[in-house]
Structure formats: C-alpha cells, structure tokens
C-alpha cells in the first residue's frame, strides 16, 4: 500500500461525523434487473389507466385534443412519474424499494429532482426505445452498475440493506496520555481524519517499510495541527492514535456539555 491510498476520499465513501468512511456497494446486475422489471410492469399498468382515463376524457373532442391526451399520457407515464416517484424517495423507486437498493449520486449522497430528471429522461431511450439492451451493457460493463442515465445523471444504485462494520476507533497511548491532556488539538480535515483512521485500522496489513513511511508522512501532516510536538522518539502509529483518541475524547465532551445546557434550558421553560 502506498500512502496516497491514505490520503483521499474515493467516490464510493460516504463520511460520518466521526470521519469514518462507510462503504456503499453497488447492486449487483441480477437484483437491479429485477428491481426494474418490476419497475417496467408497474410502469405498464399505470400506462393503460392513465391512457384509459384520459382518451376517456377526450373521446367527445376531436383529433387534436387525442392526439395531446396520447402524448399527455406517455409523459406523465415515462418522465413525470418516474422522476416524482425517486424524487419523493430520495432515490427508491417501487421495485428499489421492494429489493433493498436506492439510487445515489457518486458522491453516496440524495439525488435531487435533477438527478431523477436525468435517468428517467436517458431511461425512455436506453430502457424503452431500445428495450434496456443499452442499459444491460452499460451495467455490465461498469465496475458500479451504471447504466447510460446513471452516467448522464452522475448516480449510481447501492444495496441498503447491508451489515455495516465499523472498525474500533483508536484507544489513547498510555505514555501520551498526559500530553494529549494539555496539547492544542486543532481539527484536522476530514480526508486527512479519514486518511489516519485507514491507515491505524491498516497496521497489520502493512509491511514495516510501509508502515513507518506511510507513518512519518500523515504525522508529518497531522502536526501542523497539533501544538506542542510530542515528547522525542514518539512513534508516528502513536502520535497519530493518540490526536484520534484525544480529539474523540474532546468532542465527546463537548458533545455531553452541549446536551446538558439544552437540559436545563428546557427544564426550565
């Protein structure tokens, strides 16, 4: 490993407050074409009713009022009813729903009514058009499943209902202790947060030419935020447990304090 694959956020990482990176798989192809199938039938049955109902309505008028009440019914049908319904869930249409899987931009956020816009609008082609033969090539090609509206979009669709692992967050060195207790800790940015926790929960993983040059690198970084150094001969694995332990001790507190003062502040209303 090299320490670049420390040192930033991929595409795929949604971070908590804790600048932990959580892990959004995507969909496998199997279970996406099963989630549109059913999307597609719920979409045909809605066709018919929205046809019925509006020919209904024009049946005493004439051709061109018709002809506006056909093309009435295929927008609401491919473009408005697609878009509301993924917008309204931020990202789950009905056959997302069913099987566990919501549509994400690539950065693993909501996707907003633009995003939904786009897929349902490159969907009537890819899916409709040409049958969803471009779609299956385009998600079988792609490493996140993407098809053609994905890529227009910048979305992707991930699996929900996935265990979540978390791995422990770093216990405070003993011998730092003390100074961690008196040190100046500033906040450190979340790629660089990020890029500590990777590499503490990667110790093991890592060869020990790897290990103490990935090391010297993110302390080297870190201790522009740290004031005072810590004590000489302090190995960077540590220093770099110790501002992680510190900083989650500090902002646990803070966090405690926070919760207390609104306590009493309501008691007393």
């Known amino acids: 490993m090299s320490a670049p694959e420390f040192a930033t956020l991929t595409t795929d990482d949604l971070v908590t407050g804790e600048a932990v990176a959580l892990d959004?798989?995507?969909?496998?192809?199997?279970?996406?074409?099963?989630?549109?199938?059913?999307?597609?039938?719920?979409?045909?049955?809605?066709?018919?009713?929205?046809?019925?109902?509006?020919?209904v309505a024009a049946l005493q008028t004439d051709g061109?009022?018709?002809?506006?009440?056909?093309?009435?019914?295929?927008?609401?049908?491919?473009?408005v009813w697609p878009t509301a319904i993924e917008t309204l869930t931020r990202g789950r249409s009905v056959g997302k729903l069913a099987l566990g899987l919501r549509t994400v931009r690539d950065d693993a956020g909501p996707i907003s009514a633009q995003h939904a816009f786009v897929r349902a609008l490159i969907g009537i082609v890819e899916i409709w058009a040409f049958t969803g033969a471009p779609a299956f090539i385009s998600a079988l090609v792609s490493s996140r499943g993407k098809r053609l509206g994905d890529y227009a979009a910048g979305t992707y669709v991930v699996r929900e209902r996935v265990r979540?692992?978390?791995?422990?967050?770093?216990?405070?060195?003993p011998p730092l202790a003390g100074w961690a207790r008196t040190a100046d800790l500033a906040s450190l940015p979340t790629g660089l947060a990020l890029a500590?926790?990777?590499?503490?929960?990667?110790?093991?993983?890592?060869d020990p030419a790897s290990r103490q040059r990935i090391g010297l690198d993110l302390a080297g970084r870190v201790a522009a935020y740290v004031a005072p150094a810590p004590p000489p001969g302090t190995p960077p694995e540590a220093f770099l447990a110790a501002v992680v332990a510190a900083r989650r001790e500090r902002d646990s507190a803070r966090l405690a304090r926070e919760a207390e003062l609104r306590r009493r502040l309501t008691r007393r209303r």
């Open 24 to 55: 959004l798989p995507p969909a496998g192809l199997g279970v996406r074409m099963l989630s549109g199938f059913i999307d597609v039938c719920l979409t045909l049955v809605l066709l018919v009713v929205v046809l019925l109902l509006f020919l």
């Open 64 to 79: 061109a009022i018709f002809h506006i009440a056909v093309i009435g019914t295929l927008v609401v049908t491919f473009l």
């Open 164 to 173: 979540l692992q978390l791995a422990a967050p770093p216990m405070m060195p």
């Open 196 to 206: 500590v926790r990777q590499y503490l929960s990667r110790l093991p993983q890592l």
